[in-house]
């Protein structure tokens, strides 16, 4: 099987529908935006045997490809229009292209997000995904608009997919649970929530290298500090039976759990709950945002609570 | 050095220019394309010891990351707008991401292409660009637009880069001449040539994978067929001592050229021949579009040429 002929088997799914020109051109052609609109982009690259081990099933590595850059799409509020793939392989092994291009497309067509165009190359295993969204320009969710007073909020639970990789790691995957293990290989993209938040928030990321890491970047971006309630986190159900310190350490600094973070006004305390569930997982308020800069954490008796570990750095 | 840092040392140039939002986000922003136009999209992914030799100087691993899409661009008549870039390291070398984050601005910034974000991880050496151009709707340069009749146009002089490429595999880097090796590390995108053939070519796709298979691409998606008169192909100097067997060979299959090859109707001659050299390199006429299909080659005899070799394939 050929470069040409991998391509045409497992990525090439005809004429265009959104687009006006799609695979098979030295470009692909994105037609106008709407008046008024912005082209939301992000770019995320996950690395074999580093953002995901070797040996997970490929429909949850063509899933989860897609879903992190779909959530940095969720974060802005933007509705998926398309994305780029380019990917390196070691080997054109077909069982492992069906289920990762399933996987992907699987979770493309749920949201009317078109592959637009890519790259196929040898190599050690590299999957690059650049998304594309559209968002109206000023209901777009920054990160750097956050203001001292605002309340913090989370979707769904965290650290459950910290724990099943730990696992993993541990060589307990026999037992894992799967909605444990889902947790990690099949994180959920939050689009419909980010786009229904677009005039109830005012500043917004996705949780990825943990949830004192990236609020902290939230708080860097709006020159602000943050509060978090210990009691109020909500944890994946994975983490009921284990210690405090490890429920702290996993979802404070576990990476990978995909839900959004974001602020918002007090005077939106309502309308925002009146979403909880309606858009996926339930929505918790767990701090606020104060004047200063970086975050702090409370336990339930007012005592800073001190984490083991900090958020995921590459290069550290 | 840990990733923040590194993206803020070698990456990060500060506000956005030509984006509304830039690196920093979860995604950037692009601002509104204008009434009628298209974006152009395309992305390349360079594998560290594939696409270059690991001891190329980073100065020029950073150019021809960005060339490559720019070329792609090129082809399409698409104006650079932006790019993101995701990269796995093996290690955080400052010497290296200097000079590569220097050969990557110094072309961006000559085509006021901008960076708007991406991704910094690590793993084997991987570079993925995705970028964006801007180009009138029905202007396009679109592969499926050749005419049986039209002539066939190349920009510049072939077979230097594959050239190059086989000397360095050879060991004899030490007395390749430097214009050879430029033509291999240093490919010039055929941007301003590009937007120039927008009301002048009629189809048009950017040289990657060598002549031959480039052109049998451009002649799939017209569904037609070419013929090559070889004497008219305009070779790289560095080919002029060599048998015409191996000239033939790195000239009509040799990959890595990144010139422009385009066809045009016979009544715009005159007005491509007086664009010859003022967007860079020189046009010349080497073939003509037919009904049918295929790519055939002619001798100065009128005899076919069988060529050794096929284009480049990365699975073949």
Redesign the interface.
Known sequence: ????D?IARFFDRGPARVA??GI??????????A???????????L?GG??FLLDTDPVGIGHKTLAVNLS??A??G?KPV?F??????PE?NEAWLQGFSRGLFELADRFGCEL?????????L?L?V?A??E?P?QA?L???RAQPGDDLWVSGELGGAAYALGELLAGAGQTLAQSARERLERPEPRVGLGMALRHLARA???LSDGLVQDLGHLCD?SRVGALIDWPSIPLDPALSLLDPVRQQSLSLSGGDDYELLFTAARDNRQAIAALSGRYGPALTRIGRIEAGEGVRILDARGAPVTLPLGGF????
């Open positions: 099987m050929g470069e040409f991998l006006e020109l098979g051109d030295d470009c692909a052609l994105l037609g106008s935006i008046a008024g609109a912005r082209l939301a982009v992000t770019s995320d690259m690395v580093r953002h940095d799409l974060a802005m933007a398309g780029t793939l380019a990917l390196a392989l054109a637009l165009g890519g790259d196929t190359t040898r190599g050690p590299n690059c650049t594309f969204g968002v320009a777009a920054r990160r750097d917004a990321i996705d971006r750095d590459h290069f550290a």
